[in-house]
């Protein structure tokens, strides 16, 4: 059964310090892997996206990681800032048959406290 | 964000009202989709909308009835929901297969 489960659930951390959410995923056939950050109120926004060849890629104080061998995936925030509180989620592409289908984690929340 | 529109941003409603939910993109996709998300659960996908005709439906109640005249507008229809019901609405929009942009959301309460 295709799966992605991220963790920690909720992270809690100062601002200006440094975080890295996980990402383990059970995807076949893999396609593509997103983070997504989801402010409170607000539709989920691209962050990165990296395919099976592509082991790290960054946006501005936000890295990822992809082991494709381990179907693990990290973000890695820098020197966060107040904004930076929001929901991040990984979503993973199955390309099949009939087309590509989206799995969805359920989220880190993450909260950045001054 | 503003690439997709969703109204209202929030709706409160009984369980014997009929009210729909609108979505608008301004990106020229050729997709569009309609999210469920609820608290503490990953998104889920209900319908998928290709060229306006509907391709997927994962075994959504019949009381979600989703309407796509174009390729720009999508609609959720709703009526006699239950309070389980209740979450945060979600449309998407893509070119084809890429990447989906999401719009705003409607905040949906069941009484």
């Known amino acids: 059964k295709n799966q992605v489960e991220q963790s920690p659930q909720s992270l809690i951390i100062l601002e200006g310090k440094n975080c890295t959410l996980q990402?383990?995923?059970?995807?076949?056939?893999?396609?593509?892997l997103r983070w997504y950050k989801q402010d409170t109120g607000r539709g989920p926004v691209s962050l990165t996206i990296?395919?099976?060849?592509?082991n790290t890629k960054s946006n501005g104080r936000y890295t990822a990681t992809l082991d494709a061998d381990t179907k693990q995936s990290s973000l890695h925030i820098t020197a966060s800032q107040l904004s930076d509180s929001a929901s991040y989620i990984c979503?993973?592409?199955?390309?099949?048959?009939?087309?590509?289908?989206?799995?969805f984690g359920k989220g880190t929340t993450l909260s950045v406290s001054s | 964000e503003t690439g997709v529109t969703q109204t209202p941003r929030h709706l409160v409603m009984g369980m014997t009202n009929k009210k729909s939910l609108k979505c608008e993109q301004h990106l020229g996709h050729n997709a569009m989709y309609w999210y469920k998300q609820s608290a503490k659960k990953p998104l889920e996908l209900m319908f998928v909308?290709?060229?306006?005709?509907?391709?997927e439906n994962n075994s959504v109640p019949s009381r979600f009835s989703p309407e796509c005249p174009n390729s720009s507008h999508l609609f959720l229809h709703l009526h006699t929901l239950q309070p389980e019901d209740s979450a945060l609405y979600l449309c998407?929009?893509?070119?084809?297969?890429?990447?989906?942009?999401f719009g705003p959301g409607t905040r949906l309460t069941v009484l």
């Open positions: 909308y290709n060229f306006k005709e509907q391709t």
């Open positions: 990296m395919t099976f060849s592509e």
């Open positions: 998407a929009s893509s070119h084809k297969s890429r990447e989906q942009f």
């Open positions: 979503v993973v592409s199955a390309l099949g048959q009939a087309g590509t289908a989206l799995i």
């Open positions: 990402c383990n995923y059970t995807v076949s056939p893999f396609s593509n």
